[in-house]
């Protein structure tokens, strides 16, 4: 009899096996798909030599994640390349804010009514950031504070609504950057705790920039596998799991699903009525014959590119998709450009790229031309440069990875409450109803991103059961 068997290879998934294999036990991991990788895979969606990441593509949290950065991941094949700058949002007139390594450089980029403001926000963070991002991405009960006094002092700040940090500013220019940045957990910006979701981008940006794995987002999910098969552990693909007696017999069943998807395979019941699925992403990936024609000079050179004019225009694109349920007139986009750093990623000369737009879950209408739109007003000339494009919206993203529920690709609604404490109100987020089956998916703290520690802090929970019954 196995110790445990995971249920999706995702990075949580793996992440989880990993933990489990490291301390002795023997895991085995069954996906659905093909390859590993869930939400960190790398395709050719558009011509041969283009190779594509289907969802994630730069990765703050990965190269901060405590997890990740206590693995040999570097000896399977994981490299960081970080673009010359992390990010860039460029404004109407031809100038761009930029998200720097340097808090000095990011400040500047605001203008002198804002710099001071910025700094006296972040710099007080910065030197503690790796004790900081272990205790937030540890709650709730996974492990104690290691510094519990900055913690509270990164709560004060953040734990408000981004609309109220954001007054501290005077100007626009700092105030859109700072939307763009909450906008990664696709939230309305008026959300509680919505102030450290932009605080915590920043800071990882500063701490270890906002890189690109060499060869796309499977190098991480990989070199997670490799390294789990070298500690014993293994893996299964093509293997669709409809309930747990398709299961091998073990002592923990771990899953790195939907809540739905758990409910309904461990025969949960209503388990999880309550949780509840956010707004989804239409993305499009580009193959380009040449880069985006941005008509500032920064974006030319980051890595992500944020597209909104002012953080008036994103939160109201946020709201349509969120809350009013239609997609939104002119989208806010975040775009990844991975040839900036990797020009192994498309023929001799092309580019790939990426972008999407925020739109309600299971939403079946077309966004191309409102993204190409928003494109063009920054980079005109954009779509003379398209070779192919590969579209999906949520139901292309739900048929791509299952715990995209409608297209929501934070796994459940990252907004209120439940962008910290999901999938339910309780100190023990990783358990389940049933003592033997626990859930490591995004679904669970610290939520969602490439960064295994929603599948590092289930394992701590299936190792204690384990040992005290062994």
């Keep these: 009899m196995l110790d445990a068997v995971v249920v999706g290879a995702g990075p949580n998934g793996l992440t989880a096996a990993v933990e489990l294999a490291r301390r002795g036990f023997s895991v085995a991991i069954f996906e659905a798909k093909g390859t590993v990788g869930g939400g960190a895979r790398t395709q050719e969606l558009t011509l041969p030599g283009f190779r594509h990441d289907p969802c994630s593509a730069a990765h703050p949290l990965g190269i ?36 720097s390594r340097s808090v000095a450089e990011t400040a500047a980029s605001f203008g002198p009514r804002d710099a001071g403001a910025y700094r006296r926000l972040i710099e007080p ?15 709730p009960m996974s492990s104690l504070p290691r510094d519990p006094v900055t913690l509270a002092r990164f709560g004060l700040a953040g734990l408000p609504p981004s609309t109220w940090l954001m007054r501290r500013f005077r100007d626009d220019r700092a105030r859109a950057l700072f939307a763009g940045l909450v906008a990664h957990v696709i939230a309305p910006l008026d959300g509680i705790i919505t102030g450290g979701v932009g605080m915590v981008f920043a800071l990882a940006a500063h701490a270890r920039g906002w890189p690109l ?44 699903t939907s809540p739905t998807a758990l409910a309904r395979i461990a025969g949960l019941g209503r388990a999880y009525e309550g949780y509840r699925y956010g707004a989804s992403a239409f993305k ?40 009013e349920g239609r997609a939104p007139d002119a989208p806010f986009l975040i775009t990844v450009q991975p040839s900036v750093v ?20 299971g939403w079946q209408g077309d966004l191309t031309d409102a993204i190409e739109r928003q494109l063009e007003r920054f980079a005109p000339g954009f779509r003379d440069r398209v070779i192919a494009r590969a579209t999906a919206g949520p139901p292309e993203l739900a048929a791509h990875n299952a715990n995209y529920v409608g297209g929501d690709i934070a796994c459940g609604a990252a907004s209120g409450l439940q962008l910290m404490l999901r999938p339910k109100l309780t100190l023990f987020p990783y358990s389940t109803p049933h003592p033997a089956v626990f859930i490591c998916s995004s679904a669970t703290p610290p939520g969602p991103g490439v960064h295994g520690m929603s599948g590092h802090n289930a394992a701590k929970a299936v190792w204690r059961m384990l040992r005290s019954n062994p």
């Design 64 to 99: 901060n994640s405590p997890a990740f950065r206590g693995m040999p991941l570097e000896r399977y094949g994981l490299e960081w390349l970080q673009p010359p700058l992390p990010m860039a949002h460029p404004f109407p007139d031809g100038t761009a804010a930029v998200l």
């Design 125 to 139: 963070f910065l030197p503690k950031w790796d004790t900081l991002v272990r205790d937030f991405m540890s709650l």
């Design 213 to 256: 794995p060499r060869g796309g987002s499977q190098s991480i999910s990989d070199a997670l596998a490799a390294y789990l098969k070298d500690l014993g552990g293994s893996v299964h693909t093509d293997y669709e799991v409809k309930r747990l007696d398709d299961l091998p017999p073990a002592r923990a069943y771990v899953f790195d």
């Design 284 to 323: 499009i990936d580009y193959a380009l014959d040449g880069p985006v024609p941005w008509t500032a000079e920064e974006p030319r050179k980051a890595g992500t590119v944020h597209i909104g004019p002012g953080s008036k225009e994103i939160g109201t694109a946020l709201r349509a998709a969120s809350r």
């Design 342 to 361: 990797d020009p192994s990623r498309a023929p001799a000369g092309k580019h790939v790229f990426w972008a999407y737009g925020h739109v309600p879950n």
